[in-house]
């Protein structure tokens, strides 16, 4: 039986516990399982906007690796690096692995998105083929050259979990955003629409890294503060998946106003646990969340986000969300699954001699 090999480039460590690289983990884990090698390297320097450290860890990493290898670069490490991707693609086979295009992450101005969307038009053209983590996004990357039959979709996995039972009878209902405190992930719009539901009986507790902005930690904590809703928003940090879980079930919503996904993997894990969720349109959000489980509003409309969550905090619209959500938790992949496509998405992308 022949024995597959990849090599596997990400930028830092590969534990880091934002949904990209969870993703990135569950397949390297999941394909040495099957007895693939599977050789993990970890990039130093600055990603994605790319320094000096970050350009050099890249160029000397595929130099090293030997000639017709097979490698999977994570689009966080290659977007902004064509150069060292075109001058190795002639004799490396490679795979992008795009979560989501650079150009789209907010926070951007035109000519930064303008930048963005060159460099890694530029990256993805020397790759043999490009892995995606949702159709959407599939669709999306036709927009940077990339023809549609070197493209893959491999939407996440979950894990079976204990459905939310949320808090205990006569406390506050409690809503959950799992997300990086960055400002793509929408937190002042969430804040804002708290604001405008004050009157409404909640708690809300945001779960995620306070460590990747800080800047933008430190505004997002005064826009609550300045709202006088410092009391009822708790910013607990990153948090180990047992934990996690604990909070998860003691939710009443998941709520995340984020301007734009490329799958949402925290919305597909509140689905498992039949949370009712409170979201926006923003890139593939509408595709994973199912119309009957969640409400959405445009991406960046405080007041619109107000007005799903008012819906959601009645008891009896979110009773029926939470219904749908445990319907529709039954038809999402698991991790076994995910990680079968992935392989076959690899062999049919880059096949063995």
């Not at 826009?223 to 708790?234: S, W, Y």
């Not at 919503?253 to 799958?263: C, D, N, P, T, W």
């Not at 107000?306 to 319907?327: C, F, K, N, Q, W």
């Amino acid at each position: 039986m022949t024995q597959h090999s990849v090599h596997v480039v990400v930028p830092g460590p590969l534990e880091q516990r934002t949904g990209g690289y969870l993703y990135d983990a569950r397949m390297v884990h999941g394909l040495r399982a099957r007895g693939w090698d599977v050789v993990v390297h970890n990039l130093d320097g600055r990603f994605p906007d790319a320094d000096a450290t970050a350009r050099s860890a890249l160029a000397d990493t595929l130099s090293r690796l030997p000639d017709g290898s097979r490698v999977i670069i994570d689009g966080l490490a290659m977007g902004g690096l064509p150069e060292p991707v075109r001058e190795h693609g002639d004799r490396l086979r490679t795979l992008g692995l795009v979560h989501h295009p650079l150009a789209d992450e907010t926070g951007l101005d035109a000519e930064g998105r303008a930048r963005f969307t060159e460099l890694e038009r530029a990256a993805l053209e020397p790759c043999v083929g490009v892995l995606v983590t949702s159709p959407y996004t599939a669709t999306r990357i036709a927009d940077f050259g990339v023809q549609a039959e070197r493209v893959r979709a491999v939407p996440p996995g979950t894990e079976p979990a204990e459905a939310a039972v949320g808090p205990p009878a006569g406390d506050p209902a409690l809503m959950l955003c799992v997300a990086t405190v960055t400002r793509r992930k929408g937190h002042d719009v969430l804040i804002d629409a708290l604001g405008r539901v004050r009157d409404l009986d909640w708690r809300c507790v945001c779960a995620g890294s306070l460590d990747r902005d800080e800047e933008w930690v430190r505004e997002v904590r005064t826009r609550a503060e300045a709202a006088g809703l410092a009391d009822r928003i708790d910013f607990v940090g990153e948090h180990d998946s047992s934990t996690l879980d604990q909070i998860y079930t003691s939710a009443s919503i998941f709520v995340l106003a984020s301007h734009y996904e490329g799958y949402g993997m925290a919305l597909a894990e509140a689905l498992v646990r039949g949370l009712p969720v409170v979201s926006t349109t923003g890139g593939a959000i509408p595709f994973t969340v199912p119309a009957d489980a969640g409400l959405l509003a445009p991406p960046g409309d405080a007041a619109a986000f107000a007005d799903v969550l008012r819906s959601a905090l009645d008891p009896r619209i979110r009773a029926g969300l939470a219904e749908a959500a445990h319907r529709h938790a039954t038809e999402l992949p698991d991790w076994e699954a995910s990680v079968d496509l992935f392989a076959r998405a690899i062999l049919e992308l880059t096949p063995d001699a």
